[in-house]
DNA sequence: GGACACGTGCAATGTCCTTGCAAAGCCAGT
DNA sequence: ACTGGCTTTGCAAGGACATTGCACGTGTCC
C-alpha cells in the first residue's frame, strides 16, 4: 500500500490541501489528463490510501468550545484490560484522538465539550464509566495554535 | 457565527461524513432542491463555518508511522514569551496539533515523524530550538484507537 | 521478435453545478 | 389582520465536468 511515483505523490498533496478540487484542476496541477488523473484518484481511494473526505467545520459553529486532553492509567496491562478499555472508551462521541502511549500513563484522549458542565458530565457519565481506570488527568486547552490536518499540510 | 436552522445542521452533518458528496446527492438528503443546497453550502463556506475540505490520507502511504505527543514548558508565561514560541513552533511541519494548556505543562504538541531516526532530528532541529523552552516531554504513541475529525463522526 | 500488461490521451455521453428569475414564505410595523 | 420589504425557495438553462470505451505507445518477459 502506498503511492508508486511523484505524480501520486503530487494527487495526494493535492487533496490533502484541497478534498474538493475538481478533477480537471487536479489533471492540470499534476500535469495529466483528466481521464489519467481520474483513473489514478480512483485506484488511490480503493487501495485505501485515501481514507475519505472530510469538510472541516469550525467547532465553535457546532458549539464544541472546549477542548480537554486526558491522560488516563489503567489497573494493568494485560491484553483484556486494555481491550475492555478500547471498546469502552470507542463509545464515546466527545472522544476525538486516543492513543495508547508509551510513558507515565497509559492513554492520552483528546476530547471535545461544548463547556465546563458539558465536560463535566462527560466526564462522569463516560471517561469515569471506563473499565479498569485508576486515573484520570484533565487538563483544558485555553487556545490552539496549530491544527493540521497532515504533516506539511 | 454558526448555523440557523436543522437543515443547515443536516448539511453539516453529512460534509462532515463525506466531504465529496455530490451537492445533488446533499441536496436529497437534507430535503432541498439542488440549487437551495448548493447556496446553503456556499454561505457555510464562505461565513467561514466550513473551513475546507481535505482528504485524508493514510499515515502509512506517508510513511509517517509515527506519532510522539509532546509536553513543552516555558521559561516563562509573558505574552511576548508566549508569542515567541507559537511563531516559531507553526514552523515546523511535523507539528500536526499544539495547544496552550492550563496545567502541568504550558504546551502540548502532536508531531508525526517517520520513524524514530526522523523523530531524533525534529527533536533536534526543531523542538529542542524553540524559544523559552525549559522542559520537554515526549511519549510516544503504541496504537491509534480512535482518530475522529468532529465529533461524534 | 512477439505477446502481453500497463498507463496514457482523445472523444463522446450523460450528469452535475451554477446562475437568473419569479414566486412563496417570513417578519415587523401599523 | 394587512402590507411592505427581505429572505429563501424551486425551476430552467447553459456551461462545465466526470466517466467510460477505445486506440496508441511503452516496457517487460518469455
Same mark, same amino acid.
Not at 463509545?91 to 472522544?95: E, S
Not at 508509551?102 to 497509559?106: F, I, N, P, R
Given at each position: 500500500m502506498g503511492q508508486r511515483d511523484a505524480i501520486d505523490a503530487a494527487i495526494l498533496k493535492a487533496v490533502q490541501q484541497n478534498?474538493?478540487?475538481s478533477n480537471a484542476d487536479l489533471a492540470e496541477r499534476v500535469g495529466l489528463s483528466p481521464s489519467a488523473c481520474s483513473r489514478r484518484l480512483d485506484i488511490l481511494e480503493k487501495s485505501g490510501v485515501i481514507n475519505g473526505y472530510y469538510a472541516r467545520v469550525s467547532p465553535k459553529a457546532l458549539d464544541y468550545k472546549m477542548i480537554a486532553i486526558v491522560h488516563i492509567s489503567l489497573s494493568g496491562q494485560f491484553a483484556k484490560t486494555l481491550n475492555e478499555f478500547e471498546s469502552a472508551v470507542k463509545?464515546?462521541?466527545? +472522544?476525538l484522538v486516543c492513543y495508547l502511549m508509551?510513558?507515565?500513563?497509559?492513554y492520552i484522549l483528546r476530547v471535545a465539550a461544548k463547556d465546563l458542565e458539558d465536560y463535566e458530565r462527560i466526564h462522569r457519565d463516560w471517561l469515569s464509566a471506563l473499565?479498569? +481506570?485508576v486515573k484520570i488527568n484533565s487538563s483544558f486547552a485555553l487556545r490552539e495554535i496549530i491544527d493540521r490536518p497532515n504533516v506539511g499540510v
Open positions: 478534498g474538493r478540487i463509545l464515546c462521541p466527545n +472522544v508509551s510513558g507515565e500513563y497509559d473499565p479498569h +481506570v
